[in-house]
């Protein structure tokens, strides 16, 4: 990742991760930083421009989501410096370094903004999960579990806002094998 022409920069640690290891999942920390801030400010556009017959849960439900994904923000930063490197975490890195689709300005129905938001966190659930398998195969378990948790997380709130999209099931469900006596 670029880090605006800024050389790397490493702060002494005593974490027992290798230089060489550390350098590798502070990368992958700071893409995920710069993810997660443009993450935000797509959740709060949505926040603030819904309109329609559910706006009121609606905004409050993207406010409590962009809440939590401002907490992610800080725990990504804190690890990034805790392994001894610098966060990049200005709105301009985030811009440039974010693979998420810009966000439709267009859009107003409570049910669009849903399913841009649904997009998005999918991607960024993905994101999550490829970086727990690379942070666990650079033997960092607790980056991993930072990982883990947000992507927990992230995963509830997509099922959130996919109960919102969801009318019926797509399959039947199985009979029960429950004998009744």
Do not use: C
């Amino acid at each position: 990742m670029g880090n605006n022409g800024h050389k790397r920069t490493f702060y002494p640690t005593r974490i027992d991760i290798p230089a060489d290891k550390r350098a590798q999942i502070i990368d992958l920390l700071n893409q995920t930083l710069a993810v997660t801030l443009d993450l935000k400010t797509q959740v709060k556009q949505a926040h603030w421009n819904v309109k329609g017959l559910d706006f009121y849960q609606l905004h409050k439900l993207f406010d409590e989501i962009a809440g939590d994904v401002e907490e992610y923000i800080d725990m990504v930063a804190e690890r990034v410096t805790a392994l001894g490197g610098l966060a990049l975490g200005t709105a301009r890195t985030a811009a440039a370094q974010s693979f998420l689709p810009e966000y439709p300005f267009d859009i107003l129905e409570g049910k669009d903004h849903i399913q841009a938001l649904a997009d998005r966190l999918a991607l960024y659930a993905k994101h999550l999960r490829k970086h727990i398998d690379q942070t666990n195969k650079l033997d960092d378990a607790d980056t991993a579990d930072l990982y883990t948790e947000i992507s927990r997380a992230i995963d509830k709130w997509l099922w959130f806002l996919e109960a919102h999209l969801q009318t019926s099931a797509t399959t039947k469900p199985e009979k029960s094998v429950v004998s009744v006596q």
